[in-house]
């Protein structure tokens, strides 16, 4: 005679309810995954934009062009680079006889990407990367 089995021997569901506790463990990770490696992207292109605009301020005769080119280079490509406004970005051009240093900030906070970042441990919501381009000697 064959009997029903009970209630702790039934394996009908089981998968459901294992993936009910892991799925969200797996969503939270793939969206720091997410978050974090775009913050990282972000902050690979504010380098780039950094390095560039000490470049272009190379050009410049004293400190006032200086700034002003290495200003017009993130404004022209801040939102091609990086993606972001250029209002978003802070430029500062400081300089000496030896070297030409370009330190840049920008604002990720309101980037679409970064909405995510409520649901994990949040990246900087500013990204700060500095370049320095030496003008003579070795």
Do not use: N
Request: no cysteine; hydrophobic share 50%; net charge neutral.
């Amino acid at each position: 005679m064959m009997t029903a089995p009970g209630f702790y021997q039934r394996r009908k569901g089981v998968a459901a309810i294992e993936f009910a506790i892991v799925a969200p463990l797996l969503i939270l990770l793939l969206a720091s995954m997410v978050v974090w490696g775009g913050w990282l992207w972000l902050a690979h292109g504010v380098q780039s934009l950094a390095s560039e605009s000490a470049r272009a301020a190379l050009g410049g005769l004293d400190k006032s062009e200086r700034e002003l080119l290495a200003r017009a280079f993130v404004d022209r490509e801040g939102e091609v680079v990086v993606g972001l406004p250029s209002e978003r970005a802070a430029v500062a051009v400081t300089s000496d006889p030896e070297a030409i240093r370009v330190d840049v900030q920008y604002d990720v906070s309101g980037h679409p990407l970064m909405m995510l970042a409520r649901l994990t441990p949040a990246p900087p919501s500013v990204i700060a990367r500095s370049a320095v381009v030496r003008t003579g000697g070795y």
